[in-house]
């Protein structure tokens, strides 16, 4: 396994179970994935009780319906201890390929065979930023929601929040209450309705893996909306503080323009405009990317029944980059590895 965030855990929690022998290679130095980056005051869109991974609910926090990241690498840090996960930590994988009898993993503490790899190496370190006229030109700062850690540095400042997703939102309605605000998004944003979170999301996902004929006709998840109206959001949205902007045309030295010829100066642009899945490990195995993705049959790759991706977004299964959503992939996952192995069904 390269990779000991969540989807490495729910993967680890049933190769476990599968009495499978097998290691988890994480180049952080400490658990928690991606969560360890997150700022303080980010909270999930779901309660703990819907954000749980296979096994082991996620106890509620004190005082927060919807936990913080520090709550989520704590409940990581004891699944880990709790299912005697053999995580290697600063561990880097640089290249997985092909070799007598199995696959090599190389990494800067030598080299780890294996019959099957599962890749669960997360997006984020890969932080994407889209390429606008003036980028190179902007003469304030530019962050992404990668570097952003809290309110407190942009106290006073007149703040570009680019992108009209979950970050976007959460970081723009964040900075509202220190900063004067501007919202840039491509395209109107869709707030899911305010009674809806990560509950419904997963509860919509789980009937997409049923419809085996979902399709067009069900909009699933993207049509009911994008961003989860969690109550900061809300709060700074009722307030009218949190109001969107059309994308604008091109940065210039003091701020943006826009199509229209409006101008608007100030001292940062946060980038909330996502991230790419980071595959650079797979490169040696030569398969062929399409879109920015390896062609995958849920988390199995077409081209080589030994390599699974797990927990990369949708394309991966339904829900599968959420903690709620990773368990059933990663089981579907093991599962086959286990079949490819001729060892156990999880089911027997
Ligand atoms: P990661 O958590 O990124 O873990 C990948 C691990 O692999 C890391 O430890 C990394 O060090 C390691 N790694 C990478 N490359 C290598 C290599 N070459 N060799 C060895 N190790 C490697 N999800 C929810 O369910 N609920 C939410 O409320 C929610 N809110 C979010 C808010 C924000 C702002 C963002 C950005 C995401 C949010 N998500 C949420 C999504 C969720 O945080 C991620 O999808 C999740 O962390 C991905 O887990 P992962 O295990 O796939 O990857």
């Known amino acids: 396994m390269v990779g000991g965030g969540q989807a490495g855990l729910a993967a680890g929690y049933y190769l476990r179970r599968a009495g499978l022998d097998f290691a988890i290679l994480d180049a952080a130095p400490a658990p928690g994935g991606a969560w360890q980056h997150y700022w303080e005051s980010l909270r999930l869109f779901s309660p703990a009780a819907y954000s749980s991974l296979p096994g082991r609910p996620m106890p509620g926090q004190a005082g927060q319906e919807y936990p913080d990241a520090a709550h989520v690498v704590a409940y990581l840090t004891e699944y880990e201890k709790r299912y005697e996960l053999p995580v290697h930590r600063s561990v880097w994988v640089s290249g997985v390929e092909r070799g007598p009898g199995g696959l090599s993993a190389r990494t800067d503490s030598g080299t780890w065979r294996s019959q099957a790899v599962v890749f669960a190496t997360g997006s984020w370190e890969r932080p994407f930023v889209p390429a606008v006229p003036g980028r190179g030109v902007f003469g304030g700062r530019q962050l992404h929601t990668y570097g952003y ?5 942009f106290a006073g400042q007149r703040v570009l929040v680019v992108g009209g997703g979950n970050s976007g939102a959460q ?15 491509r395209r109107t944003p869709r707030f899911l309705p305010d009674e809806i979170d990560g509950r419904a999301l997963f509860d919509l996902a789980t009937r997409r893996v049923h419809a085996a004929a979902d399709g067009p006709a069900h909009g699933g998840v993207g049509s009911l909306g994008d961003i989860v109206a969690t109550p900061p959001v809300r709060a700074a949205r009722d307030a009218g503080l ?4 059309p994308m604008f045309e091109r940065l210039t030295e003091s701020g943006a323009t826009w199509a229209d010829g409006t101008a608007w100066d100030c001292d940062t642009v946060v980038w909330c405009t996502g991230f790419r899945p ?10 062929r990317p399409s879109h920015g993705r390896i062609p995958t049959e849920g988390t199995r790759s077409v ?10 977004g ?25 079949t490819l192995l001729h060892t156990t069904d999880l089911d027997t």
């Open 314 to 338: 949708d394309w991966t299964g339904p829900a599968s980059a959420t903690l709620i959503g990773v368990g059933r992939t990663a089981r579907t996952a093991v599962q086959q590895i286990s």
């Open 278 to 287: 980071d595959l650079a490990s797979l490169r040696p195995l030569g398969l």
């Open 303 to 312: 081209e080589d029944p030994r390599i699974h991706l797990l927990g990369y």
């Open 242 to 245: 949190l109001v969107a902007h």
């Open 149 to 153: 850690r809290g309110p407190a540095e």
């Open 171 to 185: 970081i723009a309605a964040d900075l509202t209450a220190v900063a004067e605000v501007r919202w840039a998004t």
